[in-house]
Structures are given as C-alpha cells and as structure tokens.
C-alpha cells in the first residue's frame, strides 16, 4: 500500500509532473496500480500514478484525486459525506477507467465511463494532457475523456481524475424471484440491477423503503442476502439476445444455472467459459489504428495490450 | 435541375460547377440543389454567423450521404452535415464553398425495442417527436434541449446536447448506444454497439460532440428511459437571487438529485408572465424551477425535504403544480422564454457557459455589471442545477454600434465563467462561436492532442473544417473566423 502524495491541487500539480518526468518520452513503459486487472506488462520499466484526494465537493458532486488512489480509500472518503462514485471494485481509480468495466449496478446507475469528467494523463511525448472540465455538463472540445476510458494504457496514463459522485442510496434491497427477468425490468421501476442466471432472477431496489417494499409486494419478490457469486470471465452481448445463452448451456449438458450470471437490461454476461473471440469491423480498426498512431506512434506505452478485445 | 438552377446555368458564364455536376450524377436531380435562393437559405444556422455553401445535397439514405462524401474526396472540398440547423454555436455553418449535406429527410425511427430500452432512429428524426412516437410504450428519449420540437437527434449527437432533463439523467452521450457513421473517407461502420462493451477503443464515445467534424452519423441507437410514475413539479420563488442559488446546493448536497432545476430571473418572469399569464411570482428576484420524478414515497419526501432546505434559504411562495395542466403551464413559462423577450426587443444574444454550482450567486451578479456597463440588458434563464448559465442578451440590431458591444460582453462572460472554475459551454458547443477562446480551457499540448483525435478520423480535414479547434501554428493555414461572418 503506497501512503498518498496528494491531499491538495497544489501537491496533485507537483504529482503529476512528477509522474510525467517519470513516464519521459522514449523506450517502452508499463503502468501499474495494484494489479487487480491484470497489472503492469511485464518485463518492462513500471511507473505508477499520483496516490491520493485532492478535493471532494459534495455540493458539486465531484472529487479530484490522482489515478493510483485506491478505490477503498475513495470510497470511503466519499462516504462521509452520504456519496459514492460509480466505479466498481477493488484496485485503483486509474486501473478502473483503464479498463472500463462497469459495475453489477449499470442498469441504474449508467455505466462507469460517465463517472469521469476531467482527465489529465501523460501522453506517450511524456507530456500531460487535459481534457474535459470540472463541471458535469461540458462540451467543450472532442470526448477524449470517454476514448481514454477503456483504452488499457495504450493512449496515455491517467495521471489524475475529477470524478462525478452520486448520492449513496439512503435504502437499498436485493430480492430474488423465479419470474421472466424481462418481465421485472418491464414492470419495475428503475431497478438499479436485474441478474439472471437462467432459473433466478436477483433484483435491486433502491429509494424510499416505502417504494421498495410496494414494488417487492405487487411481484412477489423475495428478500436475498445480496446478488449471486460471478463466474469470472465476462461477456458483452446485445441486451435483446440473452436468452440464448439457455440454450448454449442446455446444448453443451450443463446446468444453465451454474454456467452464467446475466446483468438484465444491459448485456454483460458474467460466464464460467471465456468469451468466444470477436473481430472489429475493419473499418472500425482502421479508424483505431490510425487513433494509436496519432497518440502513440512508437508503440512505448504498454506494448502489447490491447483494448477491450474478447477471446 | 431546379427552374431557377436551369435559369442560371443558361444565364451563362457562370457554368454549373464540376462538383455539381458529379453530385446529380450520383443522386437524383432533386436532391441537389444550388439556386441562390436556396444556398442562402444553408448559410447559417441559429447563431449570429454565417458562411457561403457552394451546393446542399438532400440526403435520403447512407447510401446518399456516402455518394455525397465520396464526390467531395474526389474534388477535395469540405463537407458539413446538417439537421435542423438549431444550432447556436454557428457548428453547421457552411465553410465557404463546402457541401451542405441535410440530414432533415432521413427522419425515420427504424426500430424500437422498448423491453431493452433501445430504439435505432435516422439522426433527421426530430428529438421531440421520438419520445411522442414512443410514449404509448412507457419510454422516452431523456435528452430534452429547449429546442426540442424542432432539433433533429443527429444533431444532438454532433453538439452532445444537454435540456433541463440532464440533470439526473446525463448529457445525450450517456444515451447513445451505437451509431452508422459515413466517415470522412466515404466508408460506413458502426462504432459502439447494441452490446454493452464493444471491443476497442470507445469512437462511439469521441464521436458523440465531434460537431460533425469525424463523419457523418447516417444512423443512432438510442437508450430510452422509463416514464416516471409520479412527478411533483414546484415553483419556489426568493427576493435574493443568491438565496435561490444556494438553494440549489443545498438540495444536491442533501443527497436529493431532482430530475430538473431551473432558474428564472425577474427581468424573465416578467416578460415570461406577460406572455403566457400564469401567475409567475414577477415581484421577486428569481424562481426556481424543481422536478422531482420517481415512486410516489420517493417523491413526496423529496418535495417535503426541499421545502425544508428553502425555508432556511428564506424560499418567499412555494407553488407545487396541482395537475398536468399546471405543469404543463409552468414548463410552458420556462420553454417559451425566448419567444417571450422577443417583446422586448427584437434581437438576442444567447450564450451558454458552465460554472461550478456554489460559485452560481456571484457570476450571476457579474453577469449582471457586465451588461449594465455595456449599456445591454440582460435576461437569466438556465439550468441552475447543473450551473449552465443561459445570459440573454436582448438588443435592438438596428441602434448603431450595438452588435460590437453585445460580442464585448458575451466575451466577458465566457471569461468571468471559465475563471470560476467553469467550461466554455455546457451543451451548445464550440462550433465557429468560441473556436477562439478555446485557450481559455486547453494549453497548447491539450488542443494538439484534440487535433490528432480529429485527424485520426479525418485525415484530410474535410468534415466541417475549421470549427472546434483554433488552428495552432505549423498546421495549415491561419484560419480565422471570416470577415463579415459575424451578422
């Protein structure tokens, strides 16, 4: 665990040109947080992000900190003043965006590329870039906020973040039921998730306990301790074609319950098996070719990641 | 060939130009116009800036637009995409002698599945008029821009729209799943995806507020959001405009996210109330405007907690709406501000800038000495709740000298804005308007990296050039915004 070298704009600042220096600007470099999503490449020159809040703004709904804070400390930061943030898991901030993966509660509450307003990262020159701002409605300039987001490293590392925050649910509640899961999220306000596995659908409810239990009653959902344990590799399908995942398990003889946790209403499959490989569209690579070469001519930043690609 | 294209084609020396001439090979004659009377029609957009288009392609389909795109490779000259041309930023302003590709015919909702939440639209169809097509399923389209009757959702996508709905449920890029898009090369692909985490970088997410400047979108697949089951709408008026302003903190720091909260100054209410008659409190300083939507548990100790929250802010009449009449009249006064000020004086200035919602009460009072000292009347209506400022600047165009103190003061306020700790725009965009003072946010290195964003889409810059990013030394020429752009 890194102690944090950050607690204001001014040290952030300093930080972060510190970290610049470190990435420079020639031979290959690799990024570490605290390895919870694969890690740094290996083999190779590690640097690592600025670790700590520099300001939280609760009436803002917004925070800054450097992207090697730990997510735990953000939360619980964030916490004391009735708010949390919409990046799931463990690890670090930065490691999070990298990779982009939203969390079990995207039904409700978007997924997680929309938490990030502002980045400054260190781009492959060595040079920290800004983009986005401070507020939640911006737009100013082209998204690189959103292209950063899930870009594994490959375009810059992000140095540091200023967040949105959304209000802690005051009441939440998990419940099971064996009903159709597209009938619940037909028929449910606004559920913050809808999980199914093939034979149980979980469901999470949050608001005023008055609501939550008026909803629960006219299903006739059932209270559960918490959502279902997730199989590890995890799958992006269309919204509207879960419902083969059924009949690929009942065809390969497994149990359908046992082989996959499905997020209702929005497509990530959480699946014991990994995903069967996909390929980009060619024009679409090339556009993503043509990106990398803009940001990162030499190749130096995390040589031989990729972004997002399944399989 | 249009008649009055014949008449000037034989008019003669002034030939139908060679690009023309491509274009009605690859469409139909009527889709490709060039008479005077229409080109100046697509001069402008609904900002005070104005360009000269040399043809406007009326596009049906990608196909269409892609023939359009790939005439303008063939000759290497500038393309710019067109919806409603609502906007206010001057971002579909023709460069001079560029082709004026309307999207307006391309007005069909594809498909709608409303179990999934998603709906496949033409980016002509018009924002308001999805989410009145869809209402009988329960679902709506969240982005809610003043202009939604008439802005087109291809629109929305190039300028990332925002609307008093934004506030809890996000700015238009939160509700775009994928899109066609014609890129500036004449090929289509879809970035983003009906799927949840399509593979690669996020262009989806880039293009969104690229201001047409990365391609063309020739198709949107749209998130849709459930109709809430209750909405209490309330009217809360204040003798201080600061009391209404940190009202507003106080909800958001209370844990309570309304579905909108706008404000209302008394030059607005007053000129509002004339207008529309419905009872708005014209005495006070200002109004606020708050939506609360959801369970009925939810929404009613929501309204009973911000009822709490004002009476420490010293909050004069609270006015809850009965019915979805009274609603529907409250909005009313809010939506039709802009017809309103048009009593008092013919022309305005709308700008749109965003400050960080604590500093609200004094960049307002600095909005305010900034128009008096330039002699300008001023109008506040905006988006309290995400600290989007909307200054109207009201004006006679016909005194002398007004229009170079109205662009004096609009620039004061961009600035005074951005040194809050506030953006440039918040949901018009940059466009021709604010190119310039684009420095005011990003050094030098931050708008390089922008620039290789738009390069990698458009290599050959010729997708609505010249908006967006100042032009930074060594790449290319010096563009500056036109002499006599400014109307």
Redesign the interface.
């Known amino acids: 665990v890194t102690a944090p070298d950050v607690d204001d704009e001014g040290t952030l600042d300093l930080a972060v040109q510190a970290f610049a220096d470190d990435v420079g600007d020639t031979g290959p470099v690799t990024i570490s947080g605290s390895g919870t999503r694969g890690g740094a490449v290996v083999g190779m020159r590690t640097v690592s992000a600025p670790v700590g809040i520099a300001w939280i703004?609760?009436?803002?709904?917004?925070m800054r900190c450097g992207a090697g804070t730990p997510l735990a400390d953000v939360a619980a930061a964030l916490a004391a003043?009735?708010?949390c943030v919409a990046i799931p898991g463990a690890g670090t901030v930065g490691g999070a965006l990298a990779v982009?993966?939203?969390g079990i509660r995207?039904l409700g509450w978007?997924?997680m590329?929309?938490a990030l307003l502002q980045v400054r990262y260190v781009?492959a020159a060595g040079?920290?870039?800004?983009?986005g701002?401070?507020?939640?409605?911006?737009?100013?300039?082209?998204?690189?906020?959103?292209?950063m987001?899930?870009?594994h490293g490959t375009?810059g590392f992000f140095a540091d973040v200023i967040l949105r925050t959304?209000?802690?649910p005051?009441h939440e509640a998990w419940f099971t039921s064996e009903l159709d899961p597209?009938a619940l999220?037909?028929g449910l306000?606004?559920p913050t998730s809808v999980l199914w596995n093939g034979h149980t659908t979980w469901v999470l409810l949050d608001?005023?306990?008055?609501?939550i239990q008026?909803?629960a009653s006219k299903f006739g959902l059932v209270a559960a301790a918490g959502p279902p344990e997730l199989p590890a590799f995890?799958w992006?399908?269309?919204?509207?074609s879960l419902g083969v995942l059924v009949d690929d398990a009942s065809a390969d003889g497994i149990d359908g319950a046992a082989s996959f946790v499905a997020?209702i209403?929005?497509?990530?499959v959480h699946h014991e098996r990994a995903a069967p490989p996909?390929?980009?569209?060619p024009?679409?690579?090339e556009?993503?070719a043509?990106?990398k070469?803009?940001?990162d001519p030499t190749h130096r930043l995390n040589p031989g990641r990729?972004?997002?690609?399944?399989g | 060939m249009t008649a009055l294209a014949r008449r000037r084609s034989h008019r003669g020396g002034e030939a139908t130009s060679p690009v023309v001439v491509r274009l009605r090979e690859r469409l139909r004659a009527d889709q490709v116009r060039d008479s005077p009377a229409e080109l100046h029609l697509y001069r402008r957009d609904a900002s005070n800036l104005q360009g000269h288009p040399a043809v406007v392609c009326f596009a049906e389909t990608a196909a269409d637009v892609q023939a359009v795109v790939q005439v303008a490779n063939e000759f290497g000259v500038p393309f710019v995409a067109r919806g409603s041309g609502t906007g206010l930023a001057g971002g579909a302003v023709p460069t001079d002698g560029s082709i004026v590709i309307s999207t307006s015919k391309m007005n069909r909702i594809v498909s709608v599945d409303h179990l999934n939440r998603l709906a496949w639209v033409e980016p002509g169809v018009l924002n308001l008029d999805l989410s009145k097509q869809i209402a009988h399923l329960g679902v709506h389209f969240a982005p809610d821009p003043s202009s939604q009757q008439t802005c087109s959702i291809g629109g929305n996508v190039a300028n990332n729209s925002g609307g008093p709905h934004c506030l809890a449920d996000g700015v238009t890029s939160a509700h775009i799943h994928a899109i066609e898009v014609v890129l500036p090369d004449g090929t289509l692909c879809v970035v983003g995806g009906e799927d949840p985490e399509p593979d690669g970088y996020d262009l989806r997410g880039a293009f969104v507020g690229s201001e047409g400047m990365f391609g063309v979108a020739t198709k949107i697949c749209v998130k849709l959001m459930q109709n809430p089951p209750d909405v209490a709408t309330m009217l809360l008026d204040f003798a201080d405009v600061a009391d209404g302003a940190q009202l507003v903190s106080d909800i958001i720091a209370d844990g309570i996210v309304p579905a909108a909260v706008e404000m209302m100054d008394q030059l607005c209410l007053q000129a509002v109330e004339e207008f529309i008659h419905a009872g708005l409190p014209v005495d006070q300083a200002a109004a606020l405007l708050v939506e609360v939507v959801g369970l009925p548990a939810t929404v009613a100790s929501q309204v009973e907690r911000i009822c709490e929250l004002a009476a420490v802010r010293e909050v004069g009449t609270v006015r809850v709406a009965a019915d979805d009449d009274e609603r529907a009249l409250l909005w009313k006064g809010r939506k039709s501000a802009f017809g309103a000020i048009a009593r008092i004086k013919p022309n305005y200035y709308l700008h749109d800038t965003v400050v960080p919602r604590r500093r609200l009460p004094e960049v307002l009072a600095q909005v305010y000495e900034i128009a008096a000292r330039h002699e300008l009347l001023v109008l506040n209506v905006f988006h309290a709740g995400d600290g989007n400022l909307h200054p109207l600047l009201v004006y006679d165009a016909r005194e002398p000298g007004v229009a170079d103190r109205v662009h004096a003061a609009g620039d004061e306020i961009v600035r005074v804005s951005v040194a809050a700790g506030g953006v440039l725009s918040g949901e018009h965009g940059i466009g021709l308007e604010k190119r310039d003072l684009m420095p005011l946010m990003f050094s030098d290195v931050d708008l390089a990296a922008q620039a290789a964003l738009r390069r990698a889409f458009d290599p050959d810059m010729l997708s609505n050039p010249d908006k967006v990013l100042p032009s930074p030394a060594g790449c290319g020429d010096i563009h500056s915004v036109p002499e006599g752009a400014w109307v």
């Open positions: 703004e609760p009436a803002e709904m917004t003043h009735g708010q982009g993966h939203s995207r978007g997924p590329r929309d781009s040079e920290v870039v800004k983009a701002g401070p507020t939640v409605k911006n737009v100013s300039g082209f998204d690189l906020c959103r292209l987001v899930g870009s375009l959304r209000p802690l005051k597209w999220l037909a306000y606004r608001g005023h306990p008055t609501d008026a909803q995890r992006s399908l269309p919204p509207d997020e209403g929005v497509g990530v996909r390929q980009l569209a024009a679409v690579a556009v993503a043509r990106v070469a803009e940001f990729a972004p997002g690609l399944r």
